[in-house]
Nanobody, 121 residues
Framework: EVKLVESGGGPVQHGGSLRLSCAAS????????MSWVHQAPGKGSEWVAG????????YYADSVKGRFTISRDNAKNTLYLQMDSLKPDDTGGYHC??????????????WGRGTAVIVSS
């Protein structure tokens, strides 16, 4: 059974930092490109960052470029998202997802519960 468990969210002030983690199990994590997806309150899902299976190539949405850093540890089956210079618009749920910017929506059925980030102004 595929399992994705996100953690690390919480309340933070504007300009602060958080580090999100996603523990993966039930599939060969190191064979998959992975992404982080943001769900703002009352809005749809937005892809924000992706990383290839080997961890040496990363991609970012313009809204987070220069502020967020995605990384992975394939030995630990874990995906990370370092979030710096946080803004109130970053508030919402964050999910890790198999796939890249073009394919993450194909795997909604394996999403975990996500982790909530609340940025106060």
């Amino acid at each position: 059974e595929v399992k994705l468990v996100e953690s690390g969210g919480g309340p933070v002030q504007h300009g602060g930092s958080l580090r999100l983690s996603c523990a993966a199990s039930g599939f060969t994590f190191g064979n998959w490109d992975m992404s982080w997806v943001h769900q703002a309150p009352g809005k749809g899902s937005e892809w924000v960052a992706g990383i290839n299976s080997g961890g040496d190539t990363t991609y970012y949405a313009d809204s987070v470029k220069g502020r967020f850093t995605i990384s992975r540890d394939n030995a630990k089956n874990t995906l990370y998202l370092q979030m710096d210079s946080l803004k109130p618009d970053d508030t919402g749920g964050y999910h890790c997802a198999p796939g890249d910017k073009s394919t993450w929506e194909r795997y909604l059925e394996v999403w975990g519960r996500g982790t909530a980030v609340i940025v106060s102004s």
